[in-house]
């Protein structure tokens, strides 16, 4: 992307967030929002009105590119920029009136994630990481540079994961021999757990059944940060990925992760 | 408790919290924090700064009452009033970056929990619950009257555990025959599980392994917005409780819960 259009991204990014935060906001909460039907047509309803919000700037602003959400499914599949769209990550805080829900935005080159936004709109955190006009990716939390800590050992890491329940029967066992390994484990994090390795707070994440829009956005983020973010055997993440996610604070780290479970993670391929 | 002591306790919290929030927030994300030791001391330095600060407004403004603290333990056991306190409940959460981690306060009267606070420092939520001159108790958030939801029913109820890996075997068993009859289970809480429940959000709520300043405070926060909150068999929370906690928002939910791990739950008594 040129130093251009660079600038441009930025601009949207910030038209985005300013169209979903209240969005978002106006939901938490609400006698409606946490009603808890079957079919969740009220979390439904928060989704679809941030989604909507989000794909009317991108139609007025750049009507060429490609949109996925996860409400709308993806429309101008075939454009060379194609933005990717979760209005309400971490569905299960939002319900329970826990802040710890994000927003999350990707922008895809050719299929390669060169932004990522992760925006918490009750705490008013915002990570955005970019790739730039050199090609070198930086992130930036709250407008500062922000860098991922510096554990090298799975032994003083302190692992991640949403919840013990996202992992099938063999994924649990590739959880478990990871966290066996660990300093600490905690549940319950969804997208902010990426936020918070991203500025040196946690260090490892496991994750299974993760959608390219639960994904995709993570991806300049933790890079920009110093970390690395791949799929369980180490490959790269793409629209194309199985949704199983490892990420690391180091590359030593994420080396060691990998190491660890790598016997177990071929035998867990979805 | 008279109605001129009550109006005292207020006051005395005002001057916990003023006491501890700052202390709170200058340790939160600062690397001397988060640095996971082997001993936890980053930890236990920001623990007992913040019930240095507490204990200090107590020995001050009630010298005659009696505190029990994390860090600290027992002095003054055999007054008729004792201070409960909790610094930092959240550990991981503390040392992770997560802003979920609070501070509790209780006030136990002959041994009886009448004032609760769940205190959420970098939130600024706050819940308080007090029995009031005449016995009757009630919760406020942030200063305005607060109320459990109306779930009824286990198939429609949100269960909050802090983490699977709280219990025993035996204790995993009890969680896992009471989450399959719910309708959701989220991990990762806390003491703000229990605010959330006492402000309508959740619904149920099972733990092991607390202690009495763990679940002290919440008692006072979950009666009086309507909730129901005992031990696994039932019984009031008392400092000699065996650390098993079961709230729920309704005492038809609450009873529901009571029946449906009934067998396991004597089981698993500790």
Chains 1, 2 share one sequence.
Not at 205 to 234: C, H, N, S
Not at 256 to 264: H, M
Request: glycine share 10%; net charge negative; charged share 20%.
């Amino acid at each position: 992307m040129s130093g251009a259009g660079y600038a441009r991204v930025v601009e949207i990014v910030e038209q985005l967030l300013a169209a979903s935060r209240p969005v978002a906001r106006q939901h938490f909460r609400t006698p409606l929002a946490v009603t808890r039907k079957a079919d969740c047509s009220p979390v439904t309803e928060a989704d679809r009105a941030i989604e909507q919000a989000m794909k009317a700037v991108l139609q007025a602003e750049v009507p060429g590119h490609g949109i996925l959400g996860e409400e709308f499914g993806l429309s101008g599949a075939e454009a060379r920029y194609i933005w990717v769209l979760d209005p309400i990550d971490g569905t299960k805080s939002f319900i329970s009136g826990v802040p710890l829900f994000g927003t999350l935005i990707a922008l895809l080159e050719d299929g390669v994630p060169v932004l990522g936004v992760i925006d918490m709109p009750m705490l008013g955190e915002t990570w955005i990481g970019q790739r730039d006009g050199a090609g070198r990716v930086s992130t930036r939390f709250n407008g500062a540079s922000c860098h991922a800590g510096r554990c090298t050992e799975l032994s003083e890491a302190i692992l991640f994961a949403t919840s013990p329940d996202q992992f099938t029967a063999q994924e649990t066992r590739v959880f478990e021999t990871l966290s066996a390994a660990c300093a600490a484990r905690r549940f319950g994090g969804d997208c902010y757990s990426y936020g918070l390795l991203a500025s040196g707070h946690i260090d490892l994440i496991l994750e299974a059944e993760l959608q390219p829009y639960d994904y995709l956005a993570l991806v300049p983020v933790v890079e920009g940060a110093g970390g690395v973010i791949t799929d369980w055997q180490g490959r790269a993440l793409t629209l194309q990925s199985s949704g199983q996610v490892l990420a690391a604070a180091t590359p030593a780290l994420h080396a060691a992760a990998l190491a660890r479970l790598a016997g177990k993670a071929r035998a867990a391929l979805p």
